[in-house]
């Protein structure tokens, strides 16, 4: 039954977006171009594909993703590419430009992976032995399919001799580190147009909702080490000041706007229960959808730590590890990406995939969505309550963003979690990653050449944002956490 509705309202919307798109006429003039550069993408999936599960094999974390980076470093060189390597002080960030002069166009690629999380590419829960890392957020994929679009828009500019410049930003440490903070901070996309990026995800659908705005950091405990039993009355328990602190935060939660988030773990806590720790670790993340929010409910967690210092007799020091803006949304530029999300489809499976697929969700434990739902593109349309947070976030307070998820994953699966690892090692991962690519190629090919379509989506962009806006990060001048993961 609500198969049947939502199938509908698909249909009604798509004829809607189908009469948008008619009334347009450069859109219907690229046509023939675009269908042609769906074609071409789709017979370099090996190449791709191949690349992918490299990177998939690696599974490098935030800030250590040395192979990783140069794989599509060397890639994009390989075809026409000038890379800036070690850009913002970070060893791989990179920046590769092809093309000069107006429109300037950016897109975006992850690559980093996730501790924890090493699985085979099977259907079920299988870690790969001496591997600390996986793909759970599929950033090989995102990587490489932004890597096949900027190389694919490079071929249809010289081919057409169309004016413009590609920049596909190499951008490391999503999770967690705030590798793209650090390149905005440092003037990297100044003078970009728009920016494009993308998401692997369990359904297609533009990306139409916020983000949470985070500020992240570790509170470092020192006190007085002495023998926890002879001579406790010397001793001052650095993880006492933890403890107390978490205590503290903990009732604040009672205290703060209903949707913020506050969530830490305990890095270090001692040795030994026989020796008074002098040193305790404690990482903290705030989160809320109003960054000025964060900002706020930050400085009493750092009040916390205060009074837990003075009161277990310790000292304190915290060092801001990650600090993301919430996400600016641009509607003018989701409108046109869902056209071409459309064009492009959804992902088809094969009957062993299919099979893949059911014994997936089978180790979900929820009612999940029917698998052919991987094969429809959602409308568009704002979902409240996005309770994630990403570093693309002050990417769009400085530039037009837009951005869409793709189904690289088994409808269902939880990013995160060793299924969306088992998938991103497959062609059900590679299909979705495909999708991708010639979803940001058509929409760079619209902002090539539709000039009115940058012009309206800056006037939209500049309204939403405010005059007196100001771009201050809310990690401060602190240099790149290159050892966050140690
Ligand atoms: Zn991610």
């Not at 305990?266 to 989160?287: L, Q």
């Not at 299909?431 to 800056?458: F, Q």
């Amino acid at each position: 039954m609500k198969f049947v509705t939502r199938s509908f309202l698909s249909i009604f919307l798509l004829i809607c977006f189908s009469a948008t798109a008619q009334k347009k006429k450069p859109a219907d003039a690229l046509l023939p171009v675009k269908q042609a550069a769906i074609q071409d993408i789709a017979s370099k999936y090996d190449v791709y594909k191949k690349i992918a599960l490299q990177i998939w094999g690696y599974a490098e974390l935030g800030y250590k993703e040395q192979k990783s980076s140069a794989l599509l470093q060397q890639t994009l060189k390989e075809n026409g590419f000038a890379v800036e390597a070690g850009v913002a002080g970070i060893p791989t960030a990179f920046v590769a430009t092809f093309g000069s002069g107006k429109p300037v166009i950016g897109i975006l690629a992850e690559f980093d992976a996730l501790p924890g999380l090493a699985q085979e590419a099977v259907p079920e829960h299988k870690p790969v032995e001496g591997q600390a890392a996986g793909h759970g957020c599929g950033h090989h994929l995102f990587g490489t399919a932004s890597v096949a679009a900027g190389i694919e828009l490079k071929s249809l500019m010289e081919k057409n001799k169309w004016q413009g410049t590609i920049k596909v930003y190499g951008t490391p440490a999503e999770e967690g580190g705030s590798g793209k903070v650090y390149m905005v901070r440092d003037g990297l996309f100044n003078g970009v147009d728009v920016v494009m990026h993308w998401h692997p995800n369990n359904v297609n659908e533009i990306e139409f909702s916020g983000a949470l705005a985070n500020s992240s950091a570790k509170f470092r405990f020192h006190g007085i080490a002495s023998h926890a039993s002879a001579a406790p009355e010397r001793g001052r328990s650095a993880l006492d000041g933890v403890e107390s602190m978490d205590y503290m935060v903990n009732m604040m939660r009672e205290h703060v706007p209903s949707d913020t988030r506050i969530h830490y773990v305990i890095t270090n806590g001692g040795k030994a229960p026989n020796v008074v720790p002098d040193f305790a670790e404690v990482y903290y993340y705030v989160r809320n959808p109003n960054r000025e929010v964060v900002k706020e409910i930050f400085q009493r967690v750092v009040k916390a730590s205060e009074g837990a210092a003075l009161g277990t007799g310790t000292k304190v020091d915290y060092e801001i590890i990650g600090g993301t803006y919430d996400l600016l949304l641009n509607k003018t530029l989701a409108e046109a990406a869902q056209l071409n999300l459309n064009m492009v489809g959804g992902v088809k499976y094969t009957p062993e995939e299919i099979e893949f697929a059911k014994k997936i969700q089978a180790t979900l434990g929820f009612k999940t969505p029917a698998i052919d739902e991987a094969d429809t593109v959602k409308p568009l349309h704002k979902t409240e309550g996005n309770m994630g947070s990403t570093d693309v976030g002050d990417v769009s307070w400085n530039v037009p963003t837009v951005g869409f998820g793709t189904a690289t994953w088994v409808p269902g699966t939880p990013a995160h979690s060793w299924q969306a690892v088992a998938c991103g090692g497959t062609d059900i991962g590679v299909k979705g990653m495909m999708a991708a690519a010639k979803t940001l190629t058509l929409t760079g090919i619209d902002l090539l050449r539709n000039p009115s379509l940058i012009e309206k989506a800056k006037v939209e962009f500049d309204a939403v944002r405010g005059k007196d806006f100001q771009y201050k990060p809310l990690l401060g001048d602190r240099k790149p956490a290159l050892n966050y993961r140690d």
